[in-house]
């Protein structure tokens, strides 16, 4: 089995190494072609990834190389972990939105729409590649905004699969509060990417009894502090949010918090720089424990999970992805993308039907995806009118002024990535 990693230079790739190696028996992978412009960065990485193989008895290749074209040929799976811009145009992102009283995030609010801007393009191009290079492959999409850069591939017909690992995440804390196995927790997880809630914590499958009402009575405190949510708030909704909802429910004040803060994508950069001097080291042959700093955790568990699913291996039956919508929530468009739990196999992936939401969720939602539908139209076609509608739909933008100071801003910000700007 061949697995190519697009942003194969990424500081995250020893996470994923590492599942490679651990869950070998789950997803055999005899080559693993990490794909990069940044050769400066995929030496480093790659140089750990093999001592990550070697370790732990993992006789599989990895190759590097920059050049896509070979780097996806004849690949089974390719994933996409790019970033357009690295973390200087992630700084911006975060950054620039403030001035208008709006979240500055790489991937929520105004930044989030700068991100989809720049991001779509690029990923569409290397997907037609990586489809003329080997057309079976399946394309898991870890590349944010995963909600919108999965809409716009899977609307070019690709077979694309988006993956985040807020769910397995929260799976993983779940099972811990509540000292069962990982696998014994499954999720009624709804919403579009970065904007989900968990309906129910199920012990054993999708037809276990629901605890999530004992889980919030017993460890409701700790649940809220490590979301940073009021546990009050929990306890009105009786749904668990993901963190991304902070940025929603506590809008203003996170802006507060983040103005007199340095941005993530600074301390991000600060951490890759020391990652990257310490994954130089020929001694390290495991991930070391300052990459848990970075948000990726579980990432590699899930993708393992997903690969193999796709690729008719072990993978778990059921998995939370990011796929079409049609019809799974009645209030959405058929096209529109969402991030709930799935079949997933060699066909890809089936959402399972999910229990009514209430206005409280699905109001939101709506409003989300039709900020999204705008956001992948900017994307596409370009132009300042697009920005604007997009941000006008967005419900943490909506304002007419801010809309247009913001548009100003973003296509300021990110001329050099626009091909219409
Ligand atoms: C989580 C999210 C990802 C996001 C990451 C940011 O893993 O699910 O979509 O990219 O956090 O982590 P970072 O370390 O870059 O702030
Ligand atoms: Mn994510």
Not at 288 to 316: C, I, K, N, Q, T
Request: aromatic letters at 6%; charged letters at 25%; a negative charge.
């Amino acid at each position: 089995m061949k697995l190519t990693v697009v942003g194969g230079g990424s500081t995250y790739t020893p996470e994923l190494v590492d599942g490679f190696a651990r869950l070998r028996d789950v997803l055999p992978l005899e080559e693993l072609v990490l794909v990069d412009p940044a050769t400066d960065r995929l030496e480093p990485v790659a140089g750990l990834a093999r001592r990550i193989f070697a370790r732990q008895g993992h006789d599989g290749r990895i190759v590097t190389t920059s050049d896509l074209d070979r780097a996806a040929d004849g690949a089974d799976a390719v994933l996409l972990q790019l970033r357009v811009g690295g973390q200087a145009a992630r700084e911006q992102d975060e950054t620039w939105p403030l001035e208008c009283g709006c979240v500055g995030q790489e991937t929520t609010g105004a930044g989030g729409l700068a991100k989809a801007l720049r991001t779509v393009p690029v990923v569409l191009d290397v997907a037609d590649r990586v489809r003329r290079a080997s057309p079976h492959a399946w394309i898991i999409d870890f590349t944010n905004p995963v909600g919108i850069v999965t809409r716009a591939l899977l609307r070019a017909g690709h077979k694309a699969v988006g993956l985040c690992n807020v769910a397995i995440g929260l799976q993983r804390k779940f099972a811990a509060l509540l000292g069962v196995a990982p696998a014994e927790v499954h999720l009624d997880h709804v919403g579009l990417n970065h904007l989900t809630w968990e309906t129910a914590v199920r012990l054993g499958g999708p037809e276990g009894k629901d605890v999530l009402p004992d889980l919030l009575a017993g460890h409701g405190d700790t649940i809220a502090e490590d979301l940073r949510l009021p546990r009050p708030l929990l306890d009105r909704l009786g749904v668990i949010p993901s963190y991304y909802l902070r940025y929603y429910y506590l809008h203003d004040k996170v802006v507060e918090e983040m103005r007199t803060r340095p941005s993530r994508a600074a301390e991000v950069a600060a951490l890759e720089r020391e990652l990257l001097t310490l994954y130089a080291d020929p001694a390290l042959d495991e991930k070391p424990a300052l990459l848990a700093r970075r948000g990726g955790a579980h990432y590699s568990e899930a993708a393992v999970d997903l690969a193999a699913a796709l690729l008719g291996g072990e993978g778990s039956a059921y998995q939370v992805v990011n796929t079409f919508n049609r019809g799974t929530l009645p209030f959405l468009p058929d096209d529109a993308v969402i991030e709930v739990q799935a079949a997933v196999g060699p066909r890809g992936a089936t959402p399972l039907p999910v229990p009514s939401v209430g206005p409280l969720l699905a109001g939101l939602m709506a409003n989300v995806a039709a900020y999204e539908d705008l956001a992948l139209d900017a994307a596409l076609h370009g132009g300042r009118d697009r920005v604007l509608r997009a941000l006008l739909a967005h419900p943490l933008v909506g304002q007419y002024e801010y809309a247009e100071a913001l548009t100003d801003r973003l296509i300021a910000h990110n001329r050099e990535h626009l091909a219409w700007a």
